[in-house]
Each structure stands twice: as structure tokens, then as C-alpha cells.
T-cell receptor
Framework: GAGVSQSPSNKVTEKGKDVELRCDPI?????LYWYRQRLGQGLEFLIY????????KSGLPSDRFSAERTGESVSTLTIQRTQQEDSAVYLC????????????FGPGTRLTVT | AQSVTQPDIHITVSEGASLELRCNYS??????LFWYVQSPGQGLQLLLK??????LVQGIKGFEAEFKRSQSSFNLRKPSVHWSDAAEYFC???????????FGKGTKLSVKP
């Protein structure tokens, strides 16, 4: 079966532009997570979707970040007015259950803001 | 607050030598613990996990890890390292407020021929 997919794999954008990152979770996985990985750092949790529940946005680093998910399928992470500090790899993960279930990660989107 | 510490940023071992990567966690209850591996340009692949029961868990690629509650540790081991094991290894604990994993900063493993 297909794993978690993300697109684009690489994105280079100019400072101030908006970008949209996409994640396709494993079919049937109800939970979806976004993480950010800055160079030489561990993963920083951004936001989580569970079914049709409204997500808690408190983990997003600023109000320039937003995320949506359509039902239990595709999710998009949008960064408005990108800044150089947004440069990172953005990783998406999905899991079958909530509550400690193992998370399956996509290959990530490498975002470079120039 | 929950946290994960990986004390070693970078480790180099010779091919065929044994390996131990350290991980310490801070968590109030019985933790759910994970080790992931990330090869260059790749996403994270789950090596093994501990939920409960036997404190020595076996994973893929010949890796194992031992949960020691008294030491708050979950160290990853492999008896004989292969050149293809060169990658970055992340320890994680389940316990974020939204069901997220909390990751250590990773240990980069280099393998000498």
C-alpha cells in the first residue's frame, strides 16, 4: 500500500511570498500531524488533525501559518509572507489511531526562503 | 513537561563494531517510546517501539532497544553495524498535548569502513 506522500519535495521561494505544502496520508488513517525540522534540530510539532474535529492551532509558530484538512484525507499547510526563518523541512505523519499509535512519516518538503 | 534528550550529537563507529545510541526521557507516566531513523533526504522510518511488557524490544534491521524505567532511558543497540546504517537516529516519546510525538535532537551516525 502507498505510504504518506508530500508535495512538492522541494520548494524555493522568495521572502514575502506565500507557499502551500500538501500531504496525502495513508488511507484510513484518522490522525494527521505536521512537524517542522530545522537544520540540525529535532522535529518540532506544528498541528494535528483528528477526523473532522477542529484542530488546535496553538503549536503553529505564528499567525502566518495555517493548515486545513478535508475530512480524513489531504491536508495543506500554508505559510503566508514567508520569512527566511521558515526555511526547514516540513514533515507530515499519519497514524491509524490516536493515543500513542505509531506515526508514519512522509518524505517531507524542503522549503528554502531566499 | 515531557522531553527527550539524546546526549550524543554525532557518533562514528567502525563497520562491524557494536553500537549504542543513548536516549533519556522525561515523562510522568509509563511512556510510549520510539526510535526512528532518517537517511539523507528521506522521511523518518520507524525502527522499533515500546508500549508495555518486555523491556527489551526488537526492531527492524537488527536493532534492539531496552527500556529502563529506573534510569529513564531507552537506548538503541546493534551488535554489528553495517555501512548502510549511517543515518540520523531520533528517539521520541508520545506525550504531547495533542497526541504528538516529542523528539530528541537526533544522533548522527557515521560508519568507518
Amino acid at each position: 500500500g502507498a505510504g504518506v506522500s508530500q508535495s512538492p519535495s522541494n520548494k524555493v521561494t522568495e521572502k514575502g511570498k506565500d507557499v502551500e505544502l500538501r500531504c496525502d496520508p495513508i488511507s484510513g488513517h484518522t490522525a494527521l500531524y505536521w512537524y517542522r525540522q530545522r537544520l540540525g534540530q529535532g522535529l518540532e510539532f506544528l498541528i494535528y488533525f483528528q477526523g473532522n474535529s477542529a484542530p488546535d492551532k496553538s503549536g503553529l509558530p505564528s499567525d502566518r501559518f495555517s493548515a486545513e484538512r478535508t475530512g480524513e484525507s489531504v491536508s495543506t499547510l500554508t505559510i503566508q509572507r514567508t520569512q527566511q526563518e521558515d526555511s526547514a523541512v516540513y514533515l507530515c505523519a499519519s497514524s491509524l489511531v490516536v493515543g500513542g499509535g505509531e506515526q508514519y512519516f512522509g518524505p517531507g518538503t524542503r522549503l528554502t526562503v531566499t | 513537561a515531557q522531553s527527550v534528550t539524546q546526549p550524543d550529537i554525532h557518533i562514528t563507529v567502525s563497520e562491524g563494531a557494536s553500537l549504542e545510541l543513548r536516549c533519556n526521557y522525561s515523562y510522568g507516566a509509563t511512556p510510549y517510546l520510539f526510535w526512528y531513523v532518517q537517511s539523507p533526504g528521506q522521511g523518518l522510518q520507524l525502527l522499533l517501539k515500546y508500549f508495555s511488557g518486555d523491556t527489551l524490544v526488537q526492531g527492524i534491521k537488527g536493532f534492539e532497544a531496552e527500556f529502563k524505567r529506573s534510569q529513564s532511558s531507552f537506548n538503541l543497540r546493534k551488535p554489528s553495524v553495517h555501512w548502510s546504517d549511517a543515518a540520523e537516529y531520533f528517539c521520541a516519546v508520545y506525550g504531547g498535548s495533542q497526541g504528538n510525538l516529542i523528539f530528541g535532537k537526533g544522533t548522527k551516525l557515521s560508519v568507518k569502513p
